[in-house]
């Protein structure tokens, strides 16, 4: 069985451990937006194909409806922590400056890369690929396939990033909010939070970040930003966001789902799961969240959720 294919065992000791605290940083990475060491799925995206969800130990499964999902071979053992979907094709990132690609969701390439450092997200607008990660690390491709390095501005880790408005926006630790119109030249934005901010989506003309401690910040133009803190079980951390059917829909530790329509009132749904929800998307006219120990927890409106 190739690697990738199955979620299971006990995850592997990165080597990175031997070493100062900071390197292990970079080398083994987070994912999922945070630095969780919990097994399972770390990334989902739907695209013009199949659903494909990533993990742990280079994890990677497709499901053509978003509940069953079938191990593939990613052929990496590295986690791998985002997944999007553009020009059709697929594009995963991971640790150790992974990029993936595929055209089918089954048959994957591993890309050449100019960093090692652990890489957390990706998207594609405006025709480019953006990818972020840890030391402040932004690359860009035409095609999925050549990758630049551009400067960030920053050494902070960026974990999420996203395109709406006009302009991409990321999101990292220490509260960072970078934008760019172009996906080359980027301008930092004063978030109102210290805390680290996991994930960022945008729709309904607005975006929405995500992060530690129950962190929400809200933007409608991604320049001027308002954040707060939502305690839900107890200020757990907020991983990630999908916008679809007039809904943001949040997903976090200990199983947290809430739902907003933008981004003021929080409303939290009950998820039937009590596991690290790490990632959410929507796609194929429902919501598919994914998380710790393969979790698949799935919802046609955000608000009535089943677990697989």
Known sequence: MGRGARG?????????AVVASAVLAVACGGGGGGDDDQEGYRGVTGGGGPFVAVGTNGILATSADG???????????ATLNGATFGAGLYVVVGDSGTILTSTDGVTWTPETVPTTVSLQDVTHANGVFVAVGYLGTILTSPNGHTWTAVDAGTENALRGVTFGGGRFVTVGDSGTILTSADSTTWTARDSGSAQGLARVRFGAGRFIAVGFVGTVAVSTDGLTWSSR?????????????AFGKGSFVIVGASGVIVTTPDGGVLTQQVSRTTRQLSAVTFASEHFVAVGGDLIVDTSPDG?????Q
């Open 8 to 16: 299971f065992g006990v995850r592997q000791l990165c080597w990175a």
């Open 67 to 77: 509940q069953n999902f079938d191990g593939a071979d990613s052929g990496v053992d």
């Open 229 to 241: 803190r939502e305690n839900f079980a107890n200020f757990v951390s907020l991983n990630d966001v």
């Open 303 to 307: 608000i009535t959720w089943e677990t």
